[in-house]
């Protein structure tokens, strides 16, 4: 069932609505972990694969689930901050990589199908781009809750993983100054290359973050007065879907910069907000890393990408589902007449 058409019409509802959401389930977390004991394999011989497993399985609420209906969902929107040249690419590249989606020639239309995941995509008011967040506020309340929604409905209880990604031209440049918010420092530490800007321009895009920042002081002691004053249409719409599989228990993977940003306003809500949550990859970009260390994940896969599209998350999926069908199909060391270690 999907979820309901207005789940909340105000950021504090929204806020009260992720209160105490449900955890995972303990009794099929430990029954995982002793199954996971009498497989055939010496202890920990499969590593974080092991650890995977029994993540998922405490969210499904079984010893030894399946995955089954895996769903990605990439979230596109416009930001004001993208005219003022942070981005290799112009703005109107937002539209025509969603057409591209739609007509399946995108990486993520790939990863997707390799995955065997439904993929979904959402466009929020590509003609209405955020507000120059160098200047004031991305959004306004209305606005901001709107996205969320957005994120919210996308995710259904019938499906047992959830990926999200984005599209959005000048969104690195907003995911930097959300880090900035949220976590301090100086912008040089949170703005990297982005779509490929280097050198002097690199300099500029970081002195817009710093910039935005100082727009926008008076939000700094509110997450998510953060996420709407600093974020764009498709990082909060990346939240609220979050949020909802939070609610709902359904296991999410993390893409790369973009997404975790908009995961770490969640996180500075209330870190256990991500506890259904693992990064699925490090992203080429060059604050991922420090991000995810000050949320305290590690991420699955390393292959120097930065693409954003939900497409290192996409890729991690095949990972997981190796992981949850070794820990299914094996022969437990009493089935398969096996000798254990003593």
Request: net charge negative; aromatic share 4%.
């Amino acid at each position: 069932m999907e979820a309901e058409a207005q789940p909340f019409d105000s950021l504090e509802k929204f806020a009260k609505a992720i209160e105490n959401p449900p955890s995972a389930s303990r009794r099929a977390r430990d029954e995982a972990l002793e199954r996971n004991s009498r497989l055939t394999k010496p202890a920990g011989s499969l590593g974080r694969l092991e650890e995977l497993a029994v993540w998922f399985a405490s969210w499904k609420g079984l010893a030894a689930p399946e995955l089954l209906s895996p769903r990605i969902v990439v979230f596109a929107a416009n930001h004001g901050v993208a005219a003022r040249g942070v981005s290799a690419y112009p703005a109107q590249v937002t539209a025509q990589m969603v057409a591209n989606f739609e007509s399946g020639g995108a990486a993520i239309n790939q990863l997707a199908r390799t995955a065997q995941a439904e993929l979904r995509v959402h466009v929020l008011s590509l003609d209405r781009p955020t507000r120059d967040i160098a200047e004031g506020p991305a959004m306004n309340e209305n606005e901001a809750v709107e996205a969320l929604c957005c994120g919210w409905r996308s995710v259904s209880d019938c499906v047992d993983l959830l990926v999200v990604g984005e599209m959005g031209i000048g969104n690195t440049t907003s995911a930097s100054a959300i880090a900035l918010a949220l976590f301090g420092g100086s912008a040089g530490d949170w703005t990297g290359a982005g779509t490929g800007v280097s050198g002097a321009r690199l300099k500029y895009k970081s002195r817009i973050v710093e910039q935005a920042v100082g727009a926008n002081k008076t939000s700094l002691s509110n997450p998510l007065e953060i996420l709407r004053c600093l974020g764009g249409r498709e990082i909060a719409a990346m939240a609220g879907a979050i949020a909802r599989a939070r609610v709902l228990g359904i296991p999410v993977i993390l893409d790369g910069f973009v997404c975790t940003a908009a995961a770490s306003v969640l996180h500075a809500v209330d870190a256990s907000l991500l506890d259904h949550a693992v990064a699925g990859h490090l992203s080429k970009e060059s604050s991922h890393g420090k991000l995810l260390s000050e949320m305290g994940m590690s991420p699955l896969l390393d292959l120097g990408m930065r693409l954003g599209e939900a497409s290192g998350a996409a890729l991690a999926i095949g990972l997981l589902r190796s992981a949850v069908e070794l820990h299914r199909g094996m022969s437990t060391f009493e089935e398969a007449g096996v000798s254990s270690a003593d």
